[in-house]
């Protein structure tokens, strides 16, 4: 009796399995023919101006897959919808999937500008929080920090480029002016004060730094891109304990890239 039993128990677990393996592929089977409904798209843009609309999504998708709507979900090409949009400069990351009724969606992260460049032949890009090179877009410019003066880098001549930050410790390895850049703009974007104050970078002959603020008529005159912290602090300083009590346009140049002082001077 045990033993009719035990394979009573092994005959249905059997059916069981195989009750569910046919129910699989039977809703595989049904996923695979439904019809597609449409593409859902949703945009993050973290704290970035927009670049890149939902509208602008659409129509690259159907440049590149043709219409979906109405077609079997198991002739919609996932992969393809997904490099597609990821093809575009302004997107950073996409996450694409289906669901059982018919629709799919995709999920599109835009890259976030922080500095915009204007190069000595008037030339615009941008520079995201990753360090990546992107092109201007000019129907929606982002507002962000700007940096003109002796820049010759172009976007048009490294598309592809992103700025790269070996590191030794917490000082990074590099001399080139974009990653300079990048360096003196990420610095900036993270302190509330100097991100409201700083409204451009301006790089003079000798690769050096000069900043314009949005309050007082001066110069804030940088030097290299090194000691960032000591220098913007003792220029914070001098802002509370000099600026606030003798005025704002009392001196044309604030010259901080000196250590363990401030030197002022007029026209």
């Known amino acids: 009796m045990k033993k009719f039993w035990k394979i009573a128990l092994v005959a249905l677990w059997i059916l069981v399995v ?3 393996g046919v129910l699989v592929g039977f809703t595989s089977f049904e996923q695979y023919y439904r019809p597609c409904k449409r593409i859902y798209v949703t945009m993050d ?3 970035s101006d927009k670049l890149i609309s939902k509208e602008d999504i659409d129509s690259l998708i159907r440049r590149n897959t043709g219409r979906i709507s109405g077609k079997p ?3 919609v090409n996932i992969r393809q919808i997904e490099n597609s949009i990821k093809s575009q400069p302004y997107v950073g990351k996409v996450h694409i999937y289906e669901s059982l009724d018919g629709n799919i969606f995709a999920e599109v992260k835009q890259r976030e500008p922080l500095l915009r460049i204007i190069n000595i032949k008037n030339e615009t890009f941008y520079v995201d929080l990753s360090g990546r090179l992107l092109p201007p877009n000019p129907f929606s410019p982002a507002r962000v920090l700007v940096a003109n003066g002796n820049i010759s880098h172009s976007y048009s001549e490294n598309p592809n480029f992103k700025v790269e930050t070996p590191t030794t410790g917490d000082t990074l390895v590099s001399d080139t002016l974009l990653l300079d850049l990048y360096k003196l703009a990420l610095f900036i974007n993270r302190d509330r004060f100097l991100k409201a104050e700083i409204d451009q970078i301006y790089v003079t002959s000798s690769g050096e730094f ?3 603020p949005k309050v007082g008529n001066h110069i804030i005159m940088l030097g290299r891109a090194d000691d960032l912290d000591h220098k913007f602090k003792k220029l914070l300083a001098f802002y509370n304990k000099g600026l606030n009590s003798i005025g704002w346009n009392k001196y044309n140049y604030i010259n ?3 250590r363990n002082q401030v ?3 007029k026209l």
């Open 73 to 75: 979900m198991g002739w």
């Open 263 to 265: 030197v002022c001077s």
């Open 256 to 258: 901080i890239k000196y």
């Open 45 to 47: 843009y973290g704290q």
């Open 18 to 20: 195989a009750g569910a």
């Open 210 to 212: 000069e900043l314009a």
